[in-house]
């Protein structure tokens, strides 16, 4: 079983949508957990930390569950320039080794 | 916010050769930076940890006398593709841990995009 799980999409979807991505990670001692984006042929960028409470940013909520060691990312208004990969990112502590799902790909059309 | 600086972003070489990339913290010290590879289509995958002033810690399958890393400084860890082949070749790049105030947070390098023909 892969350490993170995300469903690879992508998910096409008009301007002005709603889109929710899930991951499911399988280490239980995960520390810390993270969603990523990433543009074609970029470096990934942090998008936001994802807290046990659950966390707004703007137009993007991240949720924690960590009974069901699941992460979840809602995107609300989609933008044109929401379209990249998002990655579901767990860090395993320590030495703050993160470890990537294979991401979500979103392309956002008018 | 910190700074990753990775060079070069994109390298060309002849099979059997070998390649050096340097991944540079330039506003804040990391001990600790960690070396991904990814392919096209594909997920970051972790090759190793690099360990400043002592020998690197590779995930299993990176043979690590094929990518050898160097980190002897606070703020450079190198990679090299020893007898590079065409296999080798995607996108490599780094990360170094800043810790912030509520969690540590991963800044990357630009990433190398390695093309071996």
């Known amino acids: 079983r892969k350490e993170v799980e995300q469903d690879p999409g992508p998910f096409n979807v008009p301007e002005g949508a709603t889109v929710a991505f899930n991951c499911t990670y399988s280490n239980s001692a995960s520390q810390s957990f993270f969603w990523y984006r990433q543009d074609c042929r970029k470096e990934p960028k942090l998008l936001m930390s994802v807290y046990s409470s659950g966390n707004e940013d703007g137009r993007f909520t991240a949720q924690l569950n960590r009974a069901s060691q699941y992460i979840s990312l809602l995107i609300r208004d989609s933008k044109l320039s929401d379209s990249a990969t998002y990655l579901c990112v767990v860090n395993l502590g320590g030495y703050n080794k993160l470890i990537f799902g294979a991401g979500t790909r979103l392309a956002v059309h008018p | 916010g910190a700074v990753v600086s990775q060079h070069p972003s994109r390298v060309i070489c002849k099979s059997g050769t070998s390649v050096k990339i340097e991944c540079r913290s330039l506003?804040?010290?990391?001990?600790?930076m960690f070396w991904y590879r990814q392919f096209p289509k594909k997920s970051l995958m972790l090759m190793a940890t690099s360990n400043e002033g002592s020998k690197a810690t590779y995930e299993q399958g990176v043979e690590k006398d094929k990518f050898l890393i160097n980190h002897a400084s606070l703020t450079l860890s190198t990679l090299t593709v020893t007898s590079a082949h065409p296999e080798d070749s995607s996108f490599y790049i780094c990360?170094?841990?800043?810790?912030?105030?509520?969690?540590?947070?991963?800044?990357f390098g630009q990433g190398t995009r390695l093309t071996v023909v």
């Open positions: 990360s170094a841990p800043y810790a912030k105030r509520l969690y540590t947070e991963a800044f």
């Open positions: 506003d804040f010290q990391a001990t600790t």
